[in-house]
Each structure stands twice: as structure tokens, then as C-alpha cells.
């Protein structure tokens, strides 16, 4: 059974920086895309970053290209999201998931961990 668990969260004054990361473990990943999504208060969970686990290809929606880097150790079955300067709009829990190649569903998530940033 895949399970995956985030740390890193936390608070954080706009413009700091922090990493989250995805502990992934039940299964070997190598034909898997690991993510990251986040939900607002009051607003529809949203996609962020994804990395190919066997290739290492990567995107990311357009409001963070330049400031967050998602990358994987494969040893560690963990999935990284580096957060730099940060914006008080990037408040929100944030999830890891993860689903399988050729899939367009994420169908395994994770708990979840804040992320506030204070103007």
C-alpha cells in the first residue's frame, strides 16, 4: 500500500524560503509522477509541481516557475519541493501525490502540511 508523508511546513515571512519533503514508501516508484498540489482556504485544491520519478522531467504551474524546484533522491523514495520567495498567496496546505505513468489522475495522497506566509 503506497503511503506518502510530508514535513517541512511551516511559518515563514514573505520572501524566506522553505523545503518541503514527501516520504514515499509501498511500492517502487520508477513508473510514477510525484506531485505537489496545494488548497487554499476557500479555494479548489490546485496543481504546483510534478517530477517523473524514472526520467526526472518536471513542470510547474506558471505561478511559481522561478521561485520552487521539485526534484527526488530515488535512495530515499523522497520527493523535495524547494519554496524561495515566497508570497503571502502561497498560503496553503500543501500534498503530496502520487500516480502512475500514463495516468492523468493522482490516485494516492498524502496528509498534508501547512504553509504560511506573512506579509
Known amino acids: 500500500q503506497v503511503q506518502l508523508v510530508e514535513s517541512g511546513g511551516g511559518l515563514v515571512q514573505a520572501g524566506g524560503s522553505l523545503r518541503l519533503s514527501c516520504a514515499a514508501s509501498g511500492r517502487t516508484f520508477s513508473n510514477y509522477y510525484l506531485g505537489w498540489y496545494r488548497q487554499a482556504p476557500g479555494k479548489e485544491r490546485e496543481f504546483v509541481a510534478a517530477i517523473s520519478w524514472s526520467g526526472g522531467s518536471t513542470s510547474y504551474v506558471d505561478s511559481v516557475k522561478g521561485r520552487f524546484t521539485i526534484s527526488g533522491d530515488n535512495a530515499k523514495n523522497t520527493v523535495y519541493l524547494l519554496m524561495n520567495n515566497l508570497k503571502p498567496e502561497d498560503t496553503a496546505v500543501y500534498y503530496c501525490?502520487?500516480?502512475?505513468?500514463?495516468?492523468?489522475?493522482?490516485?494516492?495522497w498524502g496528509q498534508g502540511t501547512q504553509v504560511t506566509v506573512s506579509s
Open positions: 501525490a502520487a500516480r502512475m505513468t500514463g495516468r492523468a489522475k493522482y490516485d494516492y
